[in-house]
């Protein structure tokens, strides 16, 4: 840095802070993502059984929306970048899996006999997808001529608008959760 010029070190400290105020690229939302599954994977690891089902329900929503994101928008942006077909494939093939998996889990309760063993075997398949797009497909993305920064305000407007929809979805199986749990001790006490 000491032999770049002035004039030159204030124009690369402006566009960084036109890239902070228009928010992470695509590929730093996508990091971002990947620590925030990782740390509530370690989270589970060190949790008691009471705490588990918090650390999984959050886990399983932040991969569903994660997984929407790449799916509606990030991958078919890179795919039309990169010569890269069954790279992309066996990516998609991957969020497959874990969709399954996920469905399963949402199905179990915590006491359920596999319950930890299959969040388990999700957090594995989870990492092994993330160590491979952060070391092959992410860095061949930074080379591309696609611009991130754009395409991570897109990714994290629909970010926020699956958030608000999962939120709002939640809140109302809770409400008719508790609407049926009542209505059934209701009936209970009444015969």
Not at 90 to 99: C, F, N, Q
Not at 117 to 133: C, P, W
């Amino acid at each position: 840095m000491k032999n770049k010029g002035r004039a030159q070190q204030e124009a690369d400290d402006d566009n960084q802070d036109d890239q902070q105020e228009a928010g992470p690229s695509a590929v730093e939302l996508l990091r971002e993502d990947h620590q925030k599954v990782q740390d509530l994977f370690e989270e589970f690891e060190g949790a008691d059984s009471r705490s588990r089902p918090r650390i999984v329900e959050q886990a399983l929503t932040e991969l569903e929306i994660h997984a929407k994101l790449e799916e509606g928008l990030i991958y078919p942006a890179i795919r039309e970048a990169l010569d890269e077909e069954d790279m992309m494939d066996e990516a998609l093939e991957e969020h497959h899996v874990v969709e399954l998996l996920i469905k399963e889990l949402r199905k179990m309760g915590p006491k359920d006999e596999r319950y930890r063993a299959k969040f388990t075997v999700l957090s594995e398949m989870v990492k092994h997808h993330i160590e491979e797009e952060e070391s092959d497909m992410l860095p061949q993305v930074e080379e591309t001529d696609i611009d991130m920064t754009e395409l991570g305000q897109e990714a994290m407007d629909l970010k926020e608008k699956l958030m608000a929809k999962m939120h709002s979805g939640s809140s109302s199986k809770k409400k008719s959760s508790s609407s049926s749990k009542s209505g059934k001790s209701r009936k209970r006490k009444a015969a």
